[in-house]
């Protein structure tokens, strides 16, 4: 097959899945392009694009895309109609909320057969529901249904969040969760006088480093102990998080730093926290779990679906107290549970979250979503 992932931002899990899938298809003979925002990035996502560009059969295209619904949309998809009549592609496949509707607004002229696939990756579905976003984005969703051969959901609770404020779909769907490869599963040697704990992901409000802030603070105020964290990121709120780890005086406690490599980051932590108010099935998760690395976590997203058996011990979002005695807990119990429980999570993402089994899942997908337009015509 000829395949193009459509997505915005070369950034965070959206785009390593983008990456994973894309090697894994391109290793099983398929031709593959990406077509991505060409204003936002890193210096790593450069690196990453350029190793990955020999294996792209279809290229890579870069254009300048805005985050919110912007009249240059229109141009967007006027370049990706060009792009599509010129290399044909089997599958146009669209990652997160503006990837998706640029990928299923093409015009493709009188090619019918193109399968238009639809990765949310959360997207539109972390605005709460009431709000005028969360009407207007769910019903922009349910037009561009209209428009889509094949739901590939990365979760079963944005699948189920799908069904719940878009409503029931005639069209295909599948659940292919996000996977991680073998080399993430090799031990994790700590290093000498780690942190107490390791948060790694983006600086903004909807991660909920505030609550964990606050947390810190509760344990040194009533409980008079001094946790240590590691707070490694960048983002938005990085100044106003800042300031709050002083007010809260726990700021000799907290160490910004900026993003790096997860594996030598969890290295420096005793226990990841992930206090997060919104997630879909985020790969640090995933990363740390496959590493058998001590995880507290919010109950938010499809982090249930990576804990598994352990999913009872996560815990409600934005509510410090309960993450403050989640962390002593943790710190409580004798170091040889801890170690054990992060081994059993770990097997079970070995089991349900590999990466051959999320490329081998796609294919599939695409090839079921084929037949069923092929019957239907």
Known sequence: MRILHVFRSPVGGLFRHVLDASRGQAARGHEVGLVCDST??????????AAIGPQLALGLTRLPMHRLPHPSDATVVAQLTRLQRRIAADVLHGHGAKGGAYARTIVEGRRTATIRAYTPHGGAFHYAPGTLSHAAYMRIEAMLGRRTDLFLFESEYVRDR???????????????????????FAPIERLPDPFDLVYIGELRMAKGVDTLIDALAIVRREHKIRLTLLAIGAGPSEAEFKARARAAGVWDSIAFVPPQPIRPALARGRVMILPSRAESLPYVILEAAAAAQPLVSTNVGGIPEIFGPYADELIRPNDPTALAARILSSFAEPEARRESRAFAIRRHVREAF????????????????????????
């Open 162 to 184: 799908f069904a719940r404020f878009v409503g029931p779909t005639d069209r295909l769907v599948r659940v292919v969760h996000n996977g991680v490869t073998d080399a993430e």
């Open 354 to 377: 590999n990466v051959d089994r999320m490329v081998a899942g796609g294919l599939a997908a695409y090839e079921d979503a084929r037949r069923r337009k092929e019957e239907a015509a």
């Open 40 to 49: 936002t990035g890193s210096d790593r996502a450069e690196e990453a694009l």
